[in-house]
């Protein structure tokens, strides 16, 4: 079976990087078109130099890297610096990028390698506010039918919401992209916090991380060290949830998850519940279904493909 075609939206971020670093270590499963950045867990300017940070430590500056949307569609930006620090990847002391950007826009860059393969061949994992894709979606409608699926970290449905009481971050941020996504047509799956929040980074996994002993090893523990922060004092979690890299282990082992296919439609008017990810888990609306919506994790299985990964960078 040939290696998936992906491009990997981002905010980096600690889990963005380990989810980027996690495919990178994975050509046999995933071939990376690009990677497209977008404002999120931190302005652009740094989610552009974190990705470009995280592709030279896994030793690939030759890996295409654009800067997208600078802000929401509708709303104005928010950020996550009390969660991922001032520079987005707080943790490690890693050397400034010294790779160029890729000249163009990542909006456009998205909808070429779309409308460059044959239709059902690029899959687009997003790990950030989907400002980009729903900009793509606008610009180019045709895309839409040529999407091989969406694969995306958002929402949540029994664990309610980790910036409000009921939305989580990324839809947060930017509702109206998430609704055109939610509803563009294409397959997708949904990474929420009902999986993120069980794939935790436990001292004994965070041991194993270092103990690979190599810089990205080494890397991942510190930023997991630091990522950790913000859900062990406001949950009491053992660790960090690494919420990004389940959606780059779904395209690698997929039976790592289980889900059902259902309906989720976005909140975009209540500022109650702005962002909401309203899953129809019991099937009680009639809305036909329009996203698998993963509900369970093997963790233990999950930190094995990880650090087994890792260690090959
Ligand atoms: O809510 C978690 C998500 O928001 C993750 O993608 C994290 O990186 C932030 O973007
Ligand atoms: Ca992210």
Redesign the pocket.
């Known amino acids: 079976m040939p290696a998936r075609k992906i491009i990997i939206d981002t905010?980096p971020?600690q889990?963005?990087a380990v989810a980027i670093l996690l495919a990178l270590a994975s050509p046999e499963d995933v071939e990376v078109l690009g990677l497209t950045c977008v404002a999120?867990?931190v302005p652009l300017p740094l989610t552009t130099r974190n990705a470009r940070i995280v592709c030279e430590l896994a030793g690939r500056p030759d890996i295409a890297v654009y800067a997208g949307c600078d802000r929401p569609m509708g709303r104005d930006l928010v950020t996550?610096e009390h969660v991922h620090g001032k520079t987005g990847l707080d943790g490690p002391t890693l050397p400034d990028p010294t790779m160029p950007m890729a000249k163009g826009h990542a909006v456009d860059f998205i909808i070429d390698q779309l409308r460059t393969f044959a239709p059902g061949t690029v899959t687009l994992c997003t790990?950030?506010p989907l400002t980009n894709i729903a900009t793509a979606l606008r610009k180019a409608p045709d895309i839409a039918a040529r999407i091989a699926k969406i694969v995306l970290?958002g929402g949540g449905y029994f664990e309610g919401g980790?910036i409000t009481p009921s939305a989580?971050?990324?839809i947060y941020v930017d509702p109206q992209a998430a609704d055109i996504v939610f509803r563009c047509g294409a397959p997708i799956v949904v990474m929420p916090?009902d999986v993120t929040h069980k794939a935790l980074v436990t001292q004994a996994r965070n041991d194993a991380f270092r103990g690979l002993g190599t810089p990205a090893g080494i890397a991942v523990a510190q930023m997991t060290d630091f990522f950790e922060r913000f859900d062990k004092e406001k949950y009491g979690s053992t660790g960090a949830p690494l919420?990004?890299p389940c959606v780059t282990a779904y395209l690698i082992q997929p039976d790592l998850f289980t889900g059902r296919h259902i309906n989720v439609e976005i909140e975009t008017s209540s500022e109650l519940t702005m962002g909401m990810t309203v899953a129809d888990w019991w099937s009680v609306t009639g809305r036909p279904p329009n996203a698998t919506f993963m509900g369970g994790i093997d963790a233990d299985g999950f930190f094995d493909l990880l650090t087994e990964r890792l260690a090959r960078l």
């Open positions: 905010d971020g889990d963005d999120g867990n996550a790990l950030g970290m980790n989580e971050f990324n916090l919420h990004d």
